[in-house]
């Protein structure tokens, strides 16, 4: 391997990008409580599709929190309902097509 002179002059500003992204990883990822917007950040979506998907998958005090009239999103819960995402759905269509059934039973 050949490694020119010049080359090594960029090593300092390579060293400092570097640690730049890493310090940007750890705190994006360490971060267990999270706004709208960062968890729209989080999941490449946009703020209006977080709270659709709130409204109408994610369970109050397991997903998110309501604190101060601000909405927390808990990383890990929302970490686990990606990747359990087909199988919370399917609950979440039983769960509801039960109480469907029991609110026409009802009338």
Known sequence: M???FESLKLLPQMFELIEKLNNQLEEGHTKRWLSVKELAQYLSYSSDRIYKI???YFIEGIHFFKKSGKILFDRVAIDEWVICKDKTNEINQSQRQAVDNILSSIK
């Open 2 to 4: 050949n490694i020119e």
């Open 54 to 56: 709130k409204d109408e």
